[in-house]
DNA sequence: CTGAAAGCGCTTACAG
DNA sequence: CTGAAAGCGCTTACAG
């Protein structure tokens, strides 16, 4: 492996120079600049980052840290693409991303405890739903921190507007005639994005006059099950529900398979809405009317903000709220007349 | 942050003994052990990675590379799948994993490069397509290294039998009474995967008497859309296949879309079967016929071989197949009478 | 069984 | 503008 001694060696300086000069700090000759540039470029010199990282700089390291949660984690297309945009900010940077997954057994802390100790990285985005205890944590050795999704905390954190997304969601169902509205929630508790959804929907409901009937709402996971699961609830009503809005897209196909299974056409005796616009969503048969956000924005953001925070630098908006977008396709049709 | 030198003080020993301790070696007294076992945990120690790594042992990191590919890459629900298959594997051990994209513009070297020089690893998994030279390159250091995918270079590989699975998909179809079965594969270079696809379609066509017909494939992406074209470009031949087989179940899913579209009854006028076996394929209307592979074993496969390599333990096999298996839904249907 | 000392490859004041 | 030296937090022979 070649180190800085062998490039302050083949440029006939001290390493001391060789680092100012990779560094990028100033009082350097320009030629003597230029003489160890070349040579780092003849040897093929990477710096070793652990030992940048020990004598006390920067690790191009940032950590993301994500709950553990074996089906819904990996399985979760939002984010898959979170990662995405968080690559997509990183990579120029030459910046890497490690992957801490809390433990299966352990309490969510300790993924981040192992990041204070062990790992040195210049910052942390952190996946909501971890709650805020581990990013407490971070903040007292004051890490610089991101969080996808809310935080109670105050701490910078970047979201889709979920609240004035399913308002969106609601209003579209409300002027194609819909009053009966089955709501099919992710999961019931430690969800910020479930939560806001269903604020949303009672906002929308109530201002159209429309009372929040606790009995159209069913809980489950953000998986497609679940939304199949509370489709079938949903419809043992009476009267049933002439629209179903699922909070996530995958739940409004898990619907729209049970409504289907069960000989109900989709638009025609019920309109379906889902939540986030994922692939499928535009495949699917009927095609899905959701509301649009974008997880690769999130992740884009929430690493950009990490990089000012990491820079130092003060962060215009503590709170980035992205906004969303009604895309209107073929699963929602007017009520039928009653 | 506590440093083996106050678990050393608080022990009431020296740090090379803490440091024996904690890496498990021998030659400690139980008493010793327990007492810095006890500060250890009472101080909440967590050794510094980047000094362990300088200090040259090990890192308790391993990285995971994958080639740049904005679209395909994140989108993939294989890869996704794979990336928890290997974190189940390594989240035990207390291991955490360096996502390493190749840059955008550069060569696909220099996410190795950088691997090689910059971050201290105990090892490397490799998603396959990157190609083989980088690969080379940490051989040459010796590093341990595994792929996901296949390796002409004869490394440490684990890959699902795509040969077999494609096998047994035309079988099927062949069983079904179709003969003229249109092909749509993923990228036409670079995949090994499709390529043993194609090749298990060609075998399995032949040994049931049926030439292998050019004009009945085409190429594309991953990607659903791909499968999309696929499908209106294979149904204008004349006469047109009774059958699809879409290399992959995104591109099965698109084909299925633009069939449906143009008014095709699947599987009553054209049977379509997939490869994966991803989430959708279940979902779906119709439900896909499939070849399940699992890319979390392959995850998990690749992740232990890497520990077994990291352990100097020899390998049993240098190259792991894991096995397909055919799943019949109702994408697929005796062929019409013609 | 235990500890003193060197060294891993850098960065950062500090002198020059 | 340049370099000698200390120090980052560990591990690993090597003595004791």
Redesign the interface.
């Known amino acids: 492996?070649?180190t800085i001694y062998d490039v302050a060696e083949h440029a006939g300086v001290s390493i001391a120079t060789v680092s100012k000069v990779l560094s990028g700090r100033p009082y350097v000759s320009g030629a003597t600049r230029e003489r160890v540039l070349q040579s780092v470029n003849a040897l093929?010199?990477?710096?070793?980052?652990?030992?940048q990282?020990?004598a006390g700089s920067r690790?191009?390291?940032i950590a993301v840290v994500i709950g553990?949660d074996?089906h819904d984690?990996?399985?979760d297309?939002n984010?898959?693409?979170a990662?995405?945009g968080i690559?997509?900010e990183i990579?120029?940077r030459?910046f890497?991303?490690?992957?801490?997954?809390a433990?299966?057994g352990a309490d969510h802390l300790s993924a981040f405890?192992?990041l204070?100790?062990?790992?040195?990285v210049d910052g942390v985005i952190v996946e909501s739903g971890l709650g805020d205890e581990g990013v407490h944590l971070l903040m007292q050795?004051n890490y610089p921190c991101v969080i996808m999704g809310y935080s109670p905390l105050g701490l910078p954190c970047v979201h889709p507007d979920d609240y004035g997304g399913a308002q969106v969601a609601i209003r579209h169902l409300l002027e194609l005639g819909h009053r009966r509205i089955g709501l099919i929630g992710g999961p019931p508790s430690n969800s910020y994005a479930t939560q806001e959804r269903l604020r949303g929907c009672q906002s929308a409901l109530e201002q159209a006059g429309i009372a929040f009937d606790e009995s159209l709402l069913t809980y489950g996971s953000w998986r497609?099950e679940s939304g199949y699961e509370g489709a079938k609830q949903l419809m043992t009503l009476d009267p049933p529900p002439t629209a179903l809005f699922g909070l996530n897209d995958r739940q409004a196909?898990?619907a729209i398979?049970w409504l289907?299974e069960h000989g109900y056409r989709v638009p025609e005796e019920v309109s379906v809405v889902g939540f986030d616009d994922i692939?499928?969503a535009a495949?699917?048969?009927p095609t899905l009317t959701t509301i649009r956000q974008s997880p690769f924005a999130i992740g884009q953001r929430a690493a950009s903000m990490l990089f000012a925070l990491i820079e130092d630098q003060e962060l215009e908006t503590r709170q980035v709220i992205l906004s969303t977008e009604l895309v209107v396709r073929q699963s929602t049709a007017p009520a039928a007349k009653t």
């Open positions: 492996l070649t093929g010199y990477v710096p070793s980052v652990a030992a990282s020990l690790t191009n390291m553990y074996p984690l990996f399985a297309p984010l898959m693409q990662l995405h690559d997509s990579t120029d030459d890497a991303m490690l992957l801490s997954c433990q299966p405890r192992r204070l100790g062990g790992y040195r050795r497609a196909l898990g398979r289907r692939e499928s495949l699917w048969e």
